[in-house]
């Protein structure tokens, strides 16, 4: 190497050790076909003290070379670092044919998501993660390129962004992949799985989530199926492509006894509390640059259980359009017509009701959503039957809030 080629704290600490001389030697540029190995037998080692990646940790590596059986010749290559171990074996013909094997592999998540987010994604820096990752596997060598599977795990692993208050604990990842590095093409040797134990944010928890898919070369997730578990109801997710690169989401979903309880936290100004469950279907959309989107879908209460809710205060929504008392006279009788009136008992409870102060038992509730606009232009409307927990005079209370307007605004009102 030229006299300052390599700045001094980046030049790798390389020990030799060599048996055996070379057959030959080639200095003209070459075809990758016209590549032969010269029977070199020995060991090379070194150290890697300043990788590409900033921050990464110092590498150890060796690669060791011995004669086989008619002229094939046997490869071993291991390296090791702070949060990495890897070991590879090879047996090749002169020229570099033969079989590969990845026989040994563990990286710890943690170490090299720090040290690879910020290279890969702006939006991973902050992120923590714990857990092992393995990759294991072998094929073929065809004149120096390699064919054939490897399979990934993570076992008990977690993530975590304690900024944005979010956690996901007992992830398992799993996945089998085929590759041919000659023609650059792979794809998913079979369905790849991935479940989390616990998901635990700010406003929700949920658990037991679980998806299939299989990945192609283009970064395209084809989902077979999945579920979560959450507000004591389960969620499945229809088939479905999912780009993974950009990332972005189209799905259908099926809801089956969600509580009630934790979709309040989505509407916290206009429902203090409720209690039940929900069932029916909807379509959700997700990118970076949209944010959350609603598709057409109808949710409505089960009949399973009692179903109840609690407005949040809002004086005068239900008894603005009262009159305080009856009266049997006209104004003009003035204060004997008011001594000769009867209040009305309805005004007092509706004010409960409005307040917050009294609980509606839901007799009925259908939620339509229609982005696109229904026959009367609404993008999403809630029809309530209920009446009062308090045995009164009012028997019935029905109403209806009719949206206009991107749905997507809403949310994101309800959700900061």
């Known amino acids: 190497a030229t006299p300052g080629a390599f700045p001094s704290q980046g030049m790798p600490k390389i020990s030799l050790r060599l048996v055996g001389a070379f057959a030959g030697c080639c200095c003209a540029s070459v075809k990758a076909a016209e590549v032969r190995l010269p029977p070199l037998s020995g060991e ?87 857990g092992k990752l393995t990759v294991t596997g072998g094929g ?7 064919v054939g599977k490897v399979r990934i ?22 996945g089998e992949f085929s590759f041919d590095a000659a023609s650059g093409h792979w794809a998913s040797a079979g369905p790849s799985e991935l479940s989390v134990r616990t998901i635990t944010t700010s406003s929700f928890g949920a ?41 972005s989401v189209d ?23 409720a209690h039940g469950r929900i069932n029916g279907e909807v379509r959700l959309m997700w990118s970076a640059a949209e944010g959350i989107q609603f598709g057409q879908g109808e949710l409505a209460v089960g009949n399973d259980e009692p179903v109840t809710m609690t407005l949040a205060p809002a004086p005068g929504l239900l008894s603005q359009s009262l009159p305080e008392r009856f009266g049997f006279l006209p104004e003009s009788a003035g204060r004997v017509g008011r001594w000769l009136s009867i209040p009305n008992p309805a005004v007092e409870e509706l004010r409960g009701i409005e307040l917050g ?57 309800g959700m900061n």
């Open 44 to 130: 090379v080692s070194g150290v890697l003290t300043r990788f590409m990646l900033p921050g990464a940790p110092e590498l150890r590596w060796r690669i060791e070379a011995k004669p086989a059986a008619d002229g094939w010749r046997d490869y071993t290559l291991t390296t090791d670092s702070i949060g990495s171990r890897w070991r590879a074996t090879a047996q090749v013909d002169a020229g570099v044919n033969g079989t590969w094997r990845l026989e040994e592999s563990e990286v710890e998540i943690g170490t090299w998501l720090a040290v690879l987010a910020p290279q890969l994604a702006p939006s991973l820096v902050g992120l923590a993660a714990e």
């Open 357 to 413: 102060q009294t609980d509606l038992v839901v007799q009925a509730l259908k939620v339509r959503i229609t982005p696109d606009g229904d026959e009367r232009g609404r993008t999403a409307s809630v029809a309530v039957t209920a009446r009062s927990s308090q045995k009164g005079s009012v028997d019935e209370i029905s109403f209806e809030v009719n949206l206009s307007g991107p749905l997507s605004a809403l949310l994101k009102i």
């Open 153 to 174: 795990e993570w076992k008990d692993g977690a993530l975590s962004d304690a900024a944005q208050g979010w956690r996901l604990d007992g992830i398992m990842l799993t």
């Open 207 to 247: 658990r037991n989530f679980s998806v299939s898919a299989t990945l192609d070369d283009k970064l395209v997730a084809t989902v077979t199926g999945g579920r979560i578990e959450i507000a004591g109801g389960e969620v499945t997710l229809e088939p479905g492509l999912v780009p993974l690169s950009p990332f």
């Open 140 to 146: 073929d060598l065809r004149e120096g390129q390699p």
């Open 251 to 273: 799905a259908k979903l099926k809801i089956k006894r969600v509580g009630l309880q934790d979709l309040v936290a989505l509407v916290p100004a206009g429902l203090k509390g």
